[in-house]
């Protein structure tokens, strides 16, 4: 709660920075400062200590799980403020408002975190999206950024009317928003077809807002048509924020229906790893590639919902954490380089071996390669729906995807080290170097010691 309302503020506080300061420089510094304060802040309420106290029954439950995953949320943020916020530069003149935009953001992740109302749950998402309409067409000489912004807008508002008719028809149902309320299963054992409706509307918009199969045509475009420092941004947090809404949903709220929707479920998830991995093996530019492979890996983030059982939710913060960090690291390279083809990173590990070697070990993260901290977050993900005792076929087939996911990362790595290209006059400063040397180590150390982040849900 006290991130939450800190979040804000610092919101306004960056708006009024725009006018005030006019040194990037400075304004860079009071983002990573707040962002930092915000961590803090979280990170001792996750421990018992709280600077303000408000009654939010009714509206949100701040538990252990929320707060560890908004912890990650926050420090994977200050992370990519530190990495890429010079990037922001580049984009154009409103720096800060691109910092406000991010803290608003941040309001939307925590509510969606810790909803204990389907108003609550509306309202994050929108909070969220609608600041990413305006910084996916942030760049705006740019025609694809425009085309970006403008197809991200149409189709979010799309999804956003089948989410209110769904919380409409569970409203109509139940008569409360309040998740702890409600009870699904009648005299019988039956449920009327109004809730099994407004569980579906609810399925399908959560589905498009985490680019999920068949509701993720919008991503590839959008998330190439966007500066690519604002594509990381999207791609890793955010998603990761939907995900944790999706398996608050579906396990706590609709967890009496799940021999309803748990098959939906695992085709949404063949169908996801399916169009994510083989699309991905096709493209000729890394950033497209990254969209797609970003669809692939909410593939097996879908495997919290489907299991919703405790390794699930484990799994999902050592996914959120090892996704967000890798793939935060991978943009951070690919957003200094004019040529987003396979071509544009031939010779990296020559002319730049230290960025070549940071991006290296977030793509084996990303491919889910042994002692890193993506290869956990698979392996938690499928030992929750083994846990489950159904379609073990499943396990096998996303198996076999995550193995050709692996063709498609080592083409970068390969580009890197095995051919010759011409030396790319780009650098980084010494700030970010440090934070893709800390975010690799962070990624190695989680991987062989996960206990040092889920410890934190018990103790």
């Known amino acids: ?36 304060l915000l961590f803090v802040v979280n990170w001792m309420e996750l421990k018992g200590t709280r600077l303000f106290n408000f009654d939010v029954s009714g509206f949100m439950s701040f538990n252990s799980f929320s707060l560890l995953f908004i912890a990650i949320a926050l420090f994977c943020t200050l992370l990519f403020f530190l990495v890429s916020g010079g990037e922001m530069q580049k984009v154009g003149k409103y720096y800060a408002d691109y910092f406000a935009l991010i803290f608003f953001i941040t309001c939307g992740i925590i509510l969606v975190s810790s909803f204990k109302s389907l108003l609550i749950l ?8 609608i600041p990413l309409y305006i910084l996916a067409g ?3 000489k740019n025609l694809k950024s425009n085309e970006a912004s403008l197809k991200y807008l149409l189709m979010g508002s799309f999804s956003t009317g089948i989410m209110l008719m769904g919380i409409a028809l569970i409203y109509g149902s139940q008569g409360t928003f309040d998740v702890d309320k409600m009870n699904f299963v009648m005299e019988g054992g039956k449920t009327s077809n109004l809730q099994i409706a407004g569980m579906m509307l609810l399925l399908f918009s959560m589905a498009f807002k985490a680019s999920i199969a068949p509701f993720h045509f919008w991503t590839p475009d959008v998330y190439d048509g966007s500066p ?20 608050r949903l579906f396990e706590n709220v609709f967890g009496a229906l799940s021999s309803t929707w748990q098959l939906w479920i695992a085709v949404m998830i063949v169908a996801t790893l399916f169009i994510g991995n083989i699309t991905a093996t096709f493209q000729q530019s890394v950033k497209r590639m990254l969209a797609y492979s970003s669809i692939a890996q909410a593939g097996f983030m879908l495997f919290a919902v489907y299991a919703s059982n405790e390794a699930a939710n484990e ?12 793939t935060i ?9 004019t040529d987003y083809s396979f071509e544009g990173f031939n010779g990296l590990a020559k002319h730049q071996p230290l960025l070549a070697l940071t991006t290296t070990i977030c793509l084996l993260s990303l491919a889910g390669i042994p002692l890193t901290l993506g290869f956990l977050g698979k392996f938690y993900m499928l030992k929750a729906a083994v846990l489950t005792g159904k379609y073990l076929w499943l396990v096998i087939f996303a198996v076999v995807m995550a193995a050709i996911s692996a063709y498609y990362y080592f083409r970068v790595i390969q580009a890197m080290y095995f051919k010759d290209g011409p030396d790319n006059s780009f650098g980084a400063t010494a700030l970010e170097k440090y934070t893709l040397v800390a975010i690799c180590a962070i990624i190695i150390i989680l991987g062989l010691f996960p206990g040092l982040l889920l410890n934190h849900l018990y103790f």
């Open 138 to 140: 942030s760049d705006k």
């Open 228 to 247: 690519t420092v604002f594509t990381s941004y999207m791609a890793t947090v955010v998603k990761a924020a939907v995900f944790i809404g999706f398996i």
């Open 122 to 129: 509306f309202l994050g998402i929108e909070i969220i999206t």
């Open 315 to 326: 799994g999902l913060l050592l996914y959120a954490a090892g996704y967000s960090l890798a």
């Open 1 to 36: 709660m006290n991130a939450l309302l800190l979040s804000a503020i610092l919101g306004v506080v960056m708006m009024f920075t725009g006018i005030l300061v006019k040194k990037n420089a400075t304004i860079k510094t009071i983002a990573i400062a707040g962002m930092a």
């Open 329 to 337: 690291g991978v943009f951070a390279v690919v957003a200094k380089m």
